[in-house]
């Protein structure tokens, strides 16, 4: 090790965490302007890419700036060896010995997969869903890793955008509390600790709302929907601590976030007082040039560095130029001491400057990934995100015995698609398939036929998944084994390639020739059990007239097998309730349940000038909060503390929950208002608290919620939060269109 870097090693080796900005300071001292710049410089590492390969980002070169202590981080290297070998160079042979941080993509788990985010999100069980955010966090950092690039906390009305799969779905009020949920499981209550690691919010902001749900589109949204449904989940983030946020690939009213200075400088940095760092999006800072924003990488490295993005993510732009803006004086080096000191508290946060190597123990690694703990821990989250939409007859569940049950679907015996879309680090084929975890249920026959090809070739992160619309073979073979069954349970609907980054849609029925299969198969026997595999909201009408169970199974990673057999055999109850609308077609997306009323929402005067189509309901097919049990819930006796409230009081709700059916239940109960008028006006419902209750047969139990200042109030067009007097309507029930109501008024 040079003798500089034992230096500052053993400056930095302090314990006392309020000293960390002195030693920032000191730290500040002693770098060169590149110095600074290199720890804003993150290159990818030499292996899996996440985006277009760069230009110029030869291994060579990445290697001789590591050396130099041109690079703060690098993302996508995994695995301890990979790491202390670039670790190694960071701090045994550069000039101060800075640890890099590591970056990966921990979106739904490491290597043993969790249910893909917006799947988790339908558990609506905040203690699952950090322990979920646990369980990876202690694979990944024993791999090496000490940042994660999630949660992504993208609000998404719009089910043709491929990226709903990553977010938490469609409401502010349930994103919030699950972006905390997964920022404390993540990071835990001690970042310095080995097993945890730091959170990153992202994509900041506003990506979930590209138009017309096209991957990497402009957005254009006003105030309004940017303060009460876009930033929600950020605020909610940064206020519970979340150490890193990214920001996003969208321009947002014309100015791309990455040299964003309203919502970077503005709001996280100014109002929000956020302290930690900000990370480009990959080479989100040379688009800035294709956006048409700024003309060459200078322009773009100086509106970025302005804007408050802290870190390049292999975009070799600050690295190109950011140092000579300095020099000629066109930025100012405070800038960079802002940036660099953001950056390095994190890494010294994260006890990097104690030891660097502390993720990098071969011990831990081997009995930590792929361990027993974590494939229990992702099967019962696997469970959990599973939504019942409809079990007519209850067909469901299968009885254990006697029955001959026909398995139909190429995604049945699919090893690779239930893995869902962000999976670097698993091997390909490790999910348990649904055949699988059915064929351990042996006191029924069980026959498996595919039915039809679902996709030709292989399918993978980088490339389109290639649909099969014409190769029938196998359909007739399907359609005799249904008629041979009691039951046959399809599994289709989307590859776990067919959501994620790059994959926006146009249509949301059945891909490939599954609507016909299931047709076809319905046709010889309606006795038809549907698991739907999607990362996103499906348009599946014909399905929802004519099937009689259909149960939303997502991409639910790992065990997703053993989740989906043990559901469909009643070994577990289903409570998993929708976090995003179904649409009845394309044309009404985006659909969402916290809509504005119009001026004319119903058909008055029976003629057509009322806000509808023509052709289809209004409705959804199946609402935001929407998932049924094998048993039953009956809500009563709303009750408030009073009829009217002083704006600062707290409204005292509660509500009579009795299962009503033979077994044990989950039931998610939901709490809605309605502000009836407002300076600006207010949606027709909106989510304000909700509680998960299990009930044994029999049981009732009374559920209380609190209303209050932070629950009452909205962001006017100026973004300030108020709380005005009115009148307000509470809903409680089982999903948003509950129409158990009661009121009360709010006076100054
Ligand atoms: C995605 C990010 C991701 C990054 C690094 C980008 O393409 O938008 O969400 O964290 O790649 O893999």
Redesign the pocket.
Known sequence: MPFIACQAQKTFQMKNKNTFEQKIKVLLKQMTIEEKVGQMNQYNGFWDV??PAPEGGSAEKKYEHLRKGWVGSM??VRGVEQVRAVQKIAVEETRLGIPLII?F?VIHGYKTLSPIPLAEAASWDLNAIKKSAETAAAEASASGINWT?GP?VDISRDARWGRSM?GAGEDPFLGSKIAVARVQGFQGDDLSSPTTIAA?A??FAAYGFSESGKEYNTVDIGTSTLHNIVLPPFKAAVDAGVRTL?N??NELNGVPATGNVYLQRDILKGKWGFNGFVIS??ASLNEMITWGHAKNKREAARLAALAGSDMD?EGYVYIEELAQLVKDGVIQEAILDDAVSRILRVKFELGLFDDPYKYCDEKREKETVGSKKAHEAVLDMAKKSIVLLKNQNKILPLKKEGQKIALIGALASDKNSPLGSWRIAAENNTAVSVLEGMQQYKGNELLFEKGSEFFIGDSNFLQEVKINTSNKSGVKEAVATAKKADVVVMVLGENGFQSG?GRSRTELDLPAIQQELLEEVYKVNPNIVLVLNSGRPLSINWADKHIPAIVEAWHLGTETGNAVAQVLYGDYNPSGKLPMTFPRNVGQVPIYYNYKNTGRPTNKDNNVFWSHYSDVEKTPLYPFGHGLSYTTFEYSDVILNGTSFKIGDDVDVSVTLKNTGKVTGKEVVQLYIRDLYASVTRPVKELKGFELVKLKAGESKTIHFTLNKETLGFYDNDGTYVVEPGDFKVFIGGSSITTLETDFKLVD
């Open positions: 996440t985006g993302l996508t970056g993509d690039f992504m990553e990153c992202k994509h990214m996003s690939f999006d990959w993510m980054e």
